[in-house]
């Protein structure tokens, strides 16, 4: 493992970005307040169509930012993105934004007070994030969607070290995590030990961050949010849809029971308890199903979608075949 001497490591993972929104989240690392720190900037670059590197504006913060660099990954995918990311990181903490996340100034400094006392949490996140619909939004979904984009509102610090996801643990928004716990993350991931894929392209699977977390708690520490860490998440018109939505509430929740099962094998007795058969699986989702046919308003949409998605991921994790029935609804659901 290289020294790490630097406090933070900062790593922003994007592929094809958006130059408007990409660029408020790069103004925004700008004027974070680093007094008093040793840091970087790592702009994981996944392999867009157009390299980052050379792009003007990209050039702008790299001349004005110091130890700024420009990391391809050829790779496709946020998985090896974030661990490129992971392995290139001289920092005792990784710090990751995503590219559409515009980070308050004080939020390194908020991070290091949080360092100091709570020795015993190594990963933090925000505890206010405030969603910006730059392009508007959809009518009908906005309240549905600002959770769905981690819009969240805390008044106190928590944490905790429970075996199953609590409201304090934090997503990969503004997440920051002890790196030592992340390069071990990365080398059991290269091992195979963990395989979701996360993110690849503008295909969209998720878990990978939660994964993260979920190996923290098994290593014996804690994980939290802080209302000090405060963010905006940008989000255009192409995610601010009913369509967008039901796909991405469809790739989280199916990926849930697989995430868990990865590092936690020994919770497989208890998805497996609590699954129901084949049978029962068709026959309720049929019946939600057509009943959507008579009141189709999207939050009864997006509930479904949870629904079916939550019990088809652990027949995967259990490795058993989703039933037909359901496969076409999801088809018609979803992906049509």
């Not at 408007?20 to 840091?39: E, H, M, P, Q």
């Not at 100034?105 to 206010?128: C, D, F, K, M, T």
């Not at 928004?173 to 790196?179: L, P």
């Not at 716990?181 to 979701?196: I, S, V």
Request: aromatic share 10%.
């Amino acid at each position: 493992m290289k020294n790490m001497n630097l406090d933070f490591s900062i790593v922003i993972c994007t592929y094809n970005p958006d130059p408007r929104i990409l660029g408020r989240c790069l103004a925004a690392v700008d004027a974070l307040n680093k007094s008093a720190l040793d840091y970087e900037i790592i702009l994981v670059d996944n392999n867009s169509t157009v390299p980052l590197a050379g792009q003007d504006y990209i050039e702008k913060y790299r001349s004005r930012l110091s130890n700024f660099q420009v990391l391809l990954e050829p790779e496709q995918g946020l998985t090896p993105a974030r661990m490129a990311g992971i392995n290139a990181a001289a920092g005792r903490h990784v710090v990751f934004f995503d590219d559409d996340n515009e980070p308050e100034s004080h939020y390194l400094q908020e991070l290091l007070v949080l360092i100091e006392r709570h020795s015993h949490v190594v990963a933090w996140g925000p505890g206010n994030i405030d969603v910006d619909f730059i392009d508007g939004i959809q009518p009908g979904i906005e309240a549905f969607a600002r959770s769905v984009f981690q819009e969240r509102r805390s008044t106190h610090v928590e944490y905790a070290n429970i075996r199953s996801w609590q409201a304090c643990y934090p997503f990969g928004t503004g997440m920051c995590v002890r790196t030592s716990y992340l390069k071990e993350f990365a080398r059991r991931t290269k091992n195979g030990e963990f395989t979701l894929p996360d993110r690849t392209g503008d295909a969209l699977s998720s878990g990978g961050d939660v994964q993260i977390i979920l190996f923290v708690l098994k290593s014996g520490a804690a994980a939290g949010i802080s209302p000090g860490l405060k963010l905006t998440h940008i989000i255009p018109s192409k995610r601010a849809n009913f369509e967008y939505i039901k796909r991405l509430l469809y790739a989280v929740y199916l990926g849930g029971a697989i995430t868990i099962l990865e590092v936690f094998p020994e919770q497989r007795d208890a998805i497996l308890g609590a699954s129901i058969s084949k049978s029962k699986f068709s026959r309720r989702a049929l019946k939600k199903y057509l009943g959507l046919l008579l009141n189709n308003k999207p939050t009864r949409v997006f509930k479904f979608i949870i629904y079916i998605a939550s019990v088809s991921g652990e027949y995967l994790a259990l490795k058993r075949p989703v039933p037909s029935l359901v496969t076409w609804i999801i088809r018609r659901m979803v992906f049509r």
